[in-house]
């Protein structure tokens, strides 16, 4: 056996117990910084504050105008 396959033999299981640990510290890292989710609390019951917006043929509008019907707002933005 030349000094070659010995070195494979000997430092390639190393190497791929070392990548192994590497990769899952680096994925428990990306797992722990990120950011806790966030629970919002729905608006049941409550009093929605009131705004304006301006519909695409340029109609503005106030949401207190709708009190008591059901609104769907769809907020879209092509940035």
């Not at 000094?3 to 722990?32: N, Y």
């Not at 966030?38 to 509008?61: A, L, R, T, W």
Request: glycine letters at 6%.
């Amino acid at each position: 056996m030349d000094g070659t396959e010995k070195f494979q033999q000997e430092v390639h299981p190393k190497m791929r117990t070392l990548f192994a640990f590497c990769s899952i510290i680096a994925l428990l890292a990306v797992v722990w910084a990120q950011p806790p989710s966030q629970q919002f609390e729905p608006y049941k019951g409550k009093v929605v504050p009131d705004f304006s917006f301006q519909d695409i043929n340029g109609k503005k509008h106030k949401l207190s105008a709708y009190r008591g019907k059901v609104v769907l707002l769809n907020f879209w933005s092509p940035h």
